[in-house]
């Protein structure tokens, strides 16, 4: 959908996505750094700009673009989509970053922004995450923010490459975030310090990368 949220903190700001943006990401896109995403990897900045249009005219979907607070320049992309208000839940997906953003800590930053504009503004219950089971990148990734894995959906979807492949489930409840909350505050500390200064800074040494 159409939006015009904003959220900052960290260093880092999450700004309406446009099709405009698609040129600087794509330098970001190589086979290695797309395996495992939902959407078939683009081969061009126009055929990126497709695929942020589309998640503009989702009525379910609120996308963003990942940008240095202090430069404006564009980390990466992410998006609340599958939001129902009734039911109150949403899913946090559609999300990628350049590989010299991986293992910093913009994607936790970036999600506790999310997880703080869903749970606090648009007050609802629930917030998933998906991946393809066989990243474990990303699952690793999810599982250190705090969410809970739910289990595994066995042959769930078709690849880009047109094989079946496995989805797992992680969420967060109303419940939770105050923890989780808490416990993303106390890890994203050090960059609070760091707003003038570059947004990806490493995270203090892990075993696993950002996703």
Request: aromatic share 10%.
């Amino acid at each position: 959908m159409q939006h015009d949220v904003a959220l900052t903190r960290h260093g880092i700001s999450l700004v309406p996505l446009s099709p405009a943006h698609a040129g600087p990401l794509f330098d970001f896109v190589d086979s290695g750094m797309w395996s495992g995403m939902a959407a078939e990897q683009p081969l061009s900045a126009a055929e990126l700009a497709e695929l942020f249009a589309a998640r503009l005219e989702d009525p379910a979907t609120m996308p963003f673009a990942v940008v240095e607070q202090r430069t404006g320049a564009l980390l990466g992309t992410t998006s609340l989509c599958e939001y129902s208000p009734r039911q109150q839940r949403l899913e946090i997906g559609g999300t990628f970053y350049g590989r010299p953003f991986w293992g910093s800590h913009v994607n936790p930053a970036a999600k506790q922004l999310l997880l703080a504009y869903s749970f606090d503004v648009l007050d609802v219950h629930r917030v998933a995450f998906r991946c393809d089971a066989r990243n474990t990148r990303s699952a690793s990734a999810i599982q250190r923010l705090g969410a809970s894995y739910e289990g595994t959906l066995r042959g769930h979807r078709f690849a880009p490459d047109g094989s079946r492949c496995d989805t797992a489930v992680f969420s967060i409840l109303r419940e939770e975030w105050p923890h989780v909350r808490e416990s993303l505050l106390g890890r994203l500390a050090p960059f609070e310090l760091a707003d003038n200064q570059c947004a990806y800074v490493a995270e203090p040494a892990r075993t696993e990368h950002a996703a």
